[in-house]
């Protein structure tokens, strides 16, 4: 699922009150049948996992200490990674095209290679749900492609992805349903095919679109408000 909407018509918000950062206004989050605020958060950490917009790194470590940390919500508070957690990390490091750089410490990374560890980290903690705030952020065209098919495959696979992002072409390519923000408490949910229509992109964004065809792929893009001469 993508979440689409103009800034600041709250869809951090909306990841933040469905991971349990804060309370929702009315109503509960339920996670596999459970109310969120009865569930332990390491529960919800082996079963939930988000990914923030921002990310800063307090302490000295390598990416590869980086990625392991997804596993802690599964290990006990006394224990040492296992050569499995281990493995885990290395292949999600591997997925996000960063194998080359786990000795590198992660405050060394640039933007577009530190969202990406944020992601592998994601995949280390392996929960059943993932949360992603706008995570193409930083992202040069190819690892966004790799990405998105990586999600894709999580979500063929039985997980639940829900991600915010900006740019409806990648959204009609890739995802099978839409959530619509409007900012004022409308929201529309539904099949990507049905939704994504210039109609209700020019509604949500407050600019006209239209349809662009290229060979065999049909693009929606926003098309400019010029001032007439």
């Known amino acids: 699922v993508c979440m689409l909407g103009p800034n600041g018509v709250g869809k951090t918000l909306t990841l933040h009150t469905l991971a349990g950062l804060r309370d929702p206004a009315s109503g509960e989050v339920q996670l596999a049948g459970h109310a969120l605020q009865n569930l332990s958060r390491p529960d919800i950490a082996r079963r939930l996992g988000l990914l923030l917009q921002h990310h ?10 980086t990625a392991l940390m997804g596993r802690h919500s599964h290990i006990g508070f006394w224990q040492w990674e296992s050569p499995s957690d281990l493995q885990s990390a290395r292949a999600a490091l591997e997925d996000m095209d ?5 000795q590198r410490p992660a405050g060394s990374l640039s933007g577009g290679e530190r969202r990406r560890l944020s992601m592998a980290t994601l995949l280390v903690q392996n929960p059943d749900v993932l949360l992603l705030d706008e995570p193409m952020n930083h992202l040069d065209p190819l690892h966004r492609f790799s990405l998105l098919e990586k999600l894709k495959s999580l979500a063929g696979d039985g997980r639940t992805v829900l991600a915010s992002i900006h740019d409806p072409v990648l959204a009609s390519r890739y995802a099978d349903n839409v959530l619509l923000l409007y900012g004022d408490g409308r929201w529309k949910y539904g099949p990507t095919a049905g939704l994504l229509t210039a109609g209700h992109l020019g509604e949500l964004y407050s600019t006209p679109f239209a349809r662009y065809s290229s060979g065999n792929d049909n693009v929606l893009l926003p098309v400019a408000n010029r001032p007439s001469a």
Request: hydrophobic share 55%; net charge negative; glycine share 0%.
């Open 98 to 102: 960063l194998a080359h750089l786990e």
């Open 56 to 65: 800063e790194d307090a302490f000295p470590v390598t990416v590869l200490e």
